[in-house]
């Protein structure tokens, strides 16, 4: 497993030109192709959306999303990217929606605890900061149901929809594990917490992987690397 397509069909070329044909079992792949391959074994007709099409699909259905907080601030359509950006790398933690409405009920159960000992401006601040919150966690259920109905999913989602297969699928699990008796990992210092389940969940039983990384090139925790 690898992270860009140049780099598995480099390492494939390299592995078929060393062993032969003792290569054809071989899977080599990036991360977001395999766990795609997964999700198309369960559900044959889902289709990966990128980021601008995503964005679309939210400027389309802006009444659904109720925004207030965002569209008092400016033009809504402004944010729609950074929704979608955020919503991925949510899915990079596995955090989904309603684990995020969770942490925003716990946030309004700390301010009603607490806003007694708060000046007013203090207090203001703080509820402008529920009510975005709020808002975030709106949109983000929202928008994966308008990707459930037309059965898509993002780039990001398909790390995370792949990890929920495996926690809650034995058999598929068990026969990826008859599979893939041993696991490579490439760079691996750029694997964010989704990948990295997804690695447990492959190789508990048997531990036969062998990953490759320097950490003096890691540079993508911006991008959910952990």
């Given amino acids: 497993l690898t992270f860009t397509e140049k780099a598995a069909g480099e390492m494939k070329h390299r592995v078929e030109k060393a062993v032969g044909e003792r290569a054809e079992g071989l899977t080599l792949t990036t991360f977001h192709a395999f766990c795609f391959s997964l999700l198309k074994e369960v559900n044959p007709g889902v289709q990966v959306l990128d980021q601008t099409d995503h964005w679309i699909l939210m400027r389309r259905n802006l009444p659904r999303l109720e925004l207030k907080f965002y569209k008092r601030v400016a033009e809504p359509g402004q944010f729609l990217g950074d929704f ?90 068990e026969k990826l594990r008859e599979r893939y008796h041993y696991i490579l990992v490439d760079e691996f210092q750029d694997t964010n917490i989704a990948q990295i389940e997804l690695l447990w969940l492959l190789s508990r039983e048997h531990k036969n992987i062998f990953v490759v990384g320097d950490d003096d090139q890691a540079i993508y925790r911006f991008r959910g690397a952990s």
């Fill in 84 to 173: 979608a950006q955020f919503f991925s790398r949510c899915q990079d933690e596995l955090v989904e929606p309603a684990d995020y409405e969770r942490y925003v009920a716990g946030l309004h159960k700390a301010h009603e605890e607490m806003k007694a000992d708060l000046d007013e401006d203090e207090r203001a601040e703080r509820e402008a900061e529920l009510e975005r919150q709020t808002e975030l966690a709106r949109v983000y259920r929202v928008s994966e149901a308008l990707l459930r109905e037309r059965n898509l999913i993002t780039f990001g989602g398909q790390l995370l929809e792949a990890v929920k297969l495996l926690r809650t699928i034995a058999a598929l699990l």
